[in-house]
């Protein structure tokens, strides 16, 4: 099903026949809930500031500090544990970027992998130490904005897990997120994960779609798989899209976007 890597052919190369899995998002009865939340209503999403910087660590830190943090769950994810579940990946060396309180991250490192997690908000890192050294894991956290992490840890990982990171940043840094997957990235290393799909335009979260998801990581990833998860949390059930990319080999190291701190 993947395409071909297309190595160091100069044109970008075409979609893989990745069937498309995407219906039309349908609204639900009652307001749109946070990504996370529990219920429909007074919604942590609805209660941040519009226009709020969101590349800035202390607009994250407030919210965790104020509990506007309605995308934790409390657990791992379950389309993410199903895939571990299936062997798509054996034990390695993982990145978890945007790790929040380190849900995903741990279930992985209980897996036996070797987990990097990182995460820019202060109480977020403290609190994935804090349950890692609880549960007796080994879990490295790293206090760090993602956007400067190459070329500290440029070839350093096997697989990168993305979940509420993309959907978290400023749109218009999308492009630079790509890249910076792909130089932490070995060559034919995995990026894998969920995309969340919200209905309305988020402060964050905010929304993408299958087209955006091809086009923006076409040229260093071949497409393995891309299915909307019939498992998400409640809440985000039909607005996740579960994807499987393989980094592509013979790629140039990604420019330095000359952003974050």
């Not at 992490?149 to 749109?171: K, Q, S």
């Not at 498992?231 to 393989?246: A, C, I, K, T």
């Amino acid at each position: 099903m993947p395409d071909e890597p297309s190595g160091s052919s100069p044109r970008a190369p075409r979609d893989p026949p990745v069937p498309s899995p995407c219906p039309p998002l349908s609204r639900p009865a009652g307001p749109e809930p946070a990504p996370g939340s529990a219920a429909p209503t007074a919604t942590a999403a609805s209660r941040r500031t519009p226009g709020a910087d969101v590349s800035a660590p202390g607009t994250w830190e407030g919210w965790y500090r104020t509990g506007e943090d309605g995308w934790d769950k409390g657990a791992v994810a379950p389309p993410l544990a199903r895939l571990a579940a299936e062997g798509v990946l054996a034990p390695c060396r993982l990145a978890v970027l945007g790790c929040g309180r380190g849900h995903d991250a741990l279930h992985f490192a209980r897996l036996g992998f070797d987990v990097t997690a990182v995460d820019f908000a202060e109480t977020a890192c403290r609190e994935a130490r804090s349950r890692a050294a609880a549960s007796g894991l080994a879990l490295t956290v790293l206090q760090r904005d993602v956007f400067t992490l190459a070329p500290a840890y440029e070839g350093t990982f096997d697989a990168v897990l993305e979940h509420t990171c993309f959907c978290a940043i400023d749109p218009s840094r999308r492009p630079d997120y790509a890249r910076v997957v792909a130089a932490l990235l070995r060559p034919r290393g995995l990026h894998f994960g969920l995309f969340f799909r919200p209905l309305e335009p988020g402060n964050p979260p905010f929304t993408t779609d299958e087209e955006e998801v091809r086009r923006l990581f076409r040229a260093g990833f071949e497409l393995l798989r891309l299915e909307v998860p019939p498992d998400s949390f409640e809440p985000r059930r039909g607005r996740e899209l579960l994807f499987v990319f393989r980094r592509r080999e013979g790629l140039h190291r990604p420019a330095d976007s000359g952003q974050g701190t």
